[in-house]
């Protein structure tokens, strides 16, 4: 081999011994950025970045969300170890007021974003158990959400001062449960009146039409029985959806910030579409919590005191809110009904 060749054959070696390690040095650079960027909480900068995993990436959807995994895993640590205890608050008020933030259509779907991304890793991975762990919290996080969106009043949270009708539930809970027993009664109009002195109008469903919503909606007014104030008002508005195939209503999650104007030239609170369609609340909470269980479930492959607590805490609210194993509008509006008083 002539000098010429060799020569050739040398800085070739090199080159490509050369971008081989700066490669590597790339790659070891943008994986420590994209941690150090989810610590940070640059949960943005994590999705942007070419080398996230799908763990990463679930993380950072959870966080775009409002929530970051430590903080979830010590409020259900705290909950679970205080099961079964008295306390001054229900669990239920501890995850609508301490855990749950604000929901709305965008946070919804970066839960649903999130667990995509765990759900997306292979039981062969090395990471599969904590992906299902944290997806379990994930779940969790999304079934809360939704009851959170059924007992928040116009202002976005839970009232828990107010109890016109004296019967030591939070009025905004008494509104939620008689809506979701008025999806079941109203197609047979057999009565109006709910538990507790509360009832609902029309009876017999009114078409509402919402302009860039798809579906037919019945706007439902909740009026408790008893004297309104300035912060505590008397009438709930809610909506039900029908499923024009089999003329069944259900109720639906809707923002609680937001007005839209219906057919009917009135105000009602915006539906939340997901994929185009309403978002069917009980059946949307009874999927996330079977999910949430499940995945719990399948991470777990040792016992201990922290992973006890959790499993109390999310085997708690699917026990109560669903005792029957699949929730159903009378479930959840007995399990509003039957928690402790706010």
């Not at 970051?68 to 995850?95: A, H, I, P, R």
């Not at 919290?137 to 949270?157: F, N, Q, R, Y």
């Not at 007014?221 to 309104?228: H, R, S």
Request: glycine residues 6%; contains cysteine.
């Amino acid at each position: 081999m002539n000098k010429l060749k060799m020569y050739v054959l040398l800085a070739a070696c090199f080159s490509l011994l050369f971008l081989s390690c700066s490669k590597k040095n790339s790659d070891e650079a943008c994986q420590h950025d994209t941690t150090m960027n989810l610590d940070k909480g640059n949960y943005d900068a994590v999705l942007a970045s070419a080398c996230a995993d799908a763990m990463q990436r679930g993380a950072a959807y959870f966080g775009n969300a409002g929530y970051e995994m430590k903080g979830v895993l010590n409020k259900f640590v705290q909950t679970g170890v205080s099961s079964g205890q008295t306390s001054t608050k229900s669990d239920l008020t501890v995850y609508m007021t301490d855990l749950v933030v604000k929901v709305d259509e965008v946070s919804l779907n970066n839960l649903d974003s999130s667990t995509t991304q765990y759900y997306s890793i292979s039981a062969a991975s090395e990471s599969y158990k904590d992906a299902q762990f944290d997806v379990s919290l994930v779940e969790m996080i999304k079934s809360l959400s939704l009851m959170k969106l059924i007992v928040s009043d116009i202002s976005g949270t839970l009232n828990t001062s107010c109890d016109i009708n004296t019967n030591t539930v939070a009025d905004g809970a008494d509104a939620a449960s008689c809506a979701l027993v008025a999806a079941s009664r109203i197609s047979s109009g057999t009565t109006t009146t709910c538990t507790d002195n509360t009832t609902y109008a029309p009876a017999t469903p009114v078409e509402i039409h919402f302009p860039d919503k798809s579906g037919t909606y019945s706007g439902l007014v909740i009026t408790l029985l008893g004297t309104a104030t300035t912060t505590c008002p008397s009438q709930f508005n809610k909506l039900l959806y029908k499923d024009t195939a089999t003329g069944k209503y259900w109720v639906v999650a809707t923002d609680p910030e937001l007005q839209c104007k219906g057919s009917d030239s009135k105000s009602w609170p915006c539906p939340i579409e997901q994929n185009g369609k309403p978002l069917d609340l009980v059946n949307a909470i009874d999927s996330s919590l079977n999910s949430s269980v499940s995945s719990l479930n399948s991470s777990l492959t040792t016992s201990g005191s922290s992973t006890t607590d959790v499993q109390t805490s999310i085997q708690d609210v699917k026990t109560k809110a669903c005792p029957s194993g699949t929730c159903t509008s009378l479930d959840l509006a007995n399990y509003l009904q039957t928690i402790q008083a706010f």
